[in-house]
């Protein structure tokens, strides 16, 4: 199948900034960008050819970062610290993410889908087109393969490509209260095996109230050792130099980060590892403690920016959203910002087939009714009303 989008301003998101092409034309077949420039060189249309009317696209957006899969609902919990219980004092009262687990248990792997498919909808009506989704919420090794098999069927029931996740080591399961090595041990003698072929990556939470540095580093070391590619949950409440450690194992990205300092900024930066912000957990949190964004920039590690869906912590499914709030809260720019969800978001997954456009790669697009790429920063959330081409099929075109 051929279609050409023509008469479109294009923020190709290649090489440094937005890669702008003016009078842009893309044309795909079988769901692979054959051509992205200027209309001069653009070969002639044989398949179907839609007109842009001058309207932005930019590549698909990738949410590399959320949980999307969980069952049941944290207001109240909410409610309580709002009252003033810290999440801390939440968790360590069997609330939090144990609260999420015993909810998760529960649900079966169709009810999971079910509940899921509303939140990766509103995600993808706003243009996201890859999203990873992580498990952690099971916390045993039947149901975590119970997260991450729903997790993976919602691939099938969408056409988006889901990236899936182990998050096996998110928090110490009750059972296992004052055992946290022998959890450790389950989680890289069996579920790790066991979760292989369903997880592209494997991640915990390193954190006072999740896992020491010493627990995780044996928790990526299983991941490594068995192939997979890990990421980390380092440095969101406390500074024990997680990011620095997943660097060490070579991770595709540490995520949070408001606690990392300039050494942790050098050894990602040596590593290749992409900084994974997340401001709406910081939004939700209140917390006050900002990501070291300038030794980012200084260093020149990635930044890319994720919704963290999660009921404890960002309970959102809007990426745009994200993006002013990374604006307004971290002061990235917009254009920033933008990369965040696109070329960097890519690397944080490992994904090499996407977050630009341009020949070869997957065409996964989205058209936009905006006056510049800065507006899709601009709003506070609200209805984008775009045109989303996933694998070069129009799943949805605005009127
Ligand atoms: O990314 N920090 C740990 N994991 C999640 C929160 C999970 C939860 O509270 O349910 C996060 O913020
Ligand atoms: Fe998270």
């Given amino acids: 199948m051929e ?28 769901g692979v960008i054959t051509y992205a420039g ?35 609902d944290r207001s109240g919990e909410w409610a309580m610290r709002l009252a003033g219980a810290s999440y801390e004092e939440i968790a ?18 169709a009810d999971l889908v079910a509940i899921a498919l509303p939140r990766l909808d509103a995600l993808l009506a706003e243009g996201v ?23 993976r069927s919602l691939d099938d029931q969408r056409r988006v490509r889901v990236a899936t996740t182990l998050l096996g080591a998110h928090a110490l399961p009750p059972e296992y209260a004052g055992r946290p090595d022998d959890y450790v041990a389950l989680v890289t003698e069996e579920m790790i095996p066991a979760a292989n072929g369903l997880a592209d990556a494997v991640d915990a ?9 010493e627990q995780t580093g044996r928790v990526l070391a299983a991941a490594r050792q068995a192939g997979l590619s890990v990421k980390l949950h380092a440095e969101q409440l406390s500074a024990l130099h997680g990011a620095s450690l997943a660097a060490s194992f070579g991770a595709l990205s540490a995520d949070h980060l408001e606690y990392a300092d300039e050494a942790d900024a050098k050894a990602m930066a040596a590593a290749g590892t992409v900084a994974v912000l997340l401001p709406g957990a910081f939004y939700f949190m209140r917390e006050t403690k900002l990501p070291p964004v300038d030794l980012f920039r200084a260093h020149h590690v990635p930044i890319a920016i994720a919704t963290d ?44 087939d996407r977050g630009i456009i341009a020949t070869g790669l997957r065409a996964d697009l989205v058209c936009w009714k905006i006056a510049e790429p800065a507006e899709l920063a601009y709003r506070i959330g609200g209805d984008m009303n775009c045109g989303v081409v996933r694998g070069g099929r129009v799943a949805q075109w605005p009127s």
Avoid at 4 to 26: F, K, Q, S
Avoid at 337 to 344: C, K, P, R, S
């Fill in 129 to 151: 087109t890859t999203i990873e989704i992580k498990s952690g919420y099971g916390l045993t090794v039947a149901d975590e393969l119970k997260m991450l098999r729903a997790a």
């Fill in 92 to 109: 360590r009262a069997g609330g939090g993410i144990v609260s999420t687990m015993r909810a998760t248990r529960a649900t079966s792997e």
């Fill in 205 to 213: 939470f390193c954190e006072g109230i999740g896992f020491s540095p």
């Fill in 309 to 352: 869906c999660n009921p404890g912590t960002s309970p959102t499914t809007s990426l745009p959203l994200m993006l002013n709030m990374a604006c307004i809260l971290f002061r990235l720019s917009p254009e920033e910002a933008l990369a965040g969800v696109t070329v960097h978001a890519a690397r944080a997954l490992g994904l090499t």
């Fill in 38 to 72: 200027p209309r001069a060189g653009a070969p002639v249309a044989t398949g179907e050819s839609v007109d842009c009317g001058g309207r932005w696209i930019t590549p698909g957006l990738i949410d590399c970062h959320t949980h999307l899969v969980h069952a049941g």
């Fill in 3 to 30: 279609r050409t989008w023509t008469n479109a301003r294009l923020a190709t998101m290649a090489g440094n900034g937005l890669g702008v092409i003016e009078d842009g034309v893309v044309a795909a077949r079988d």
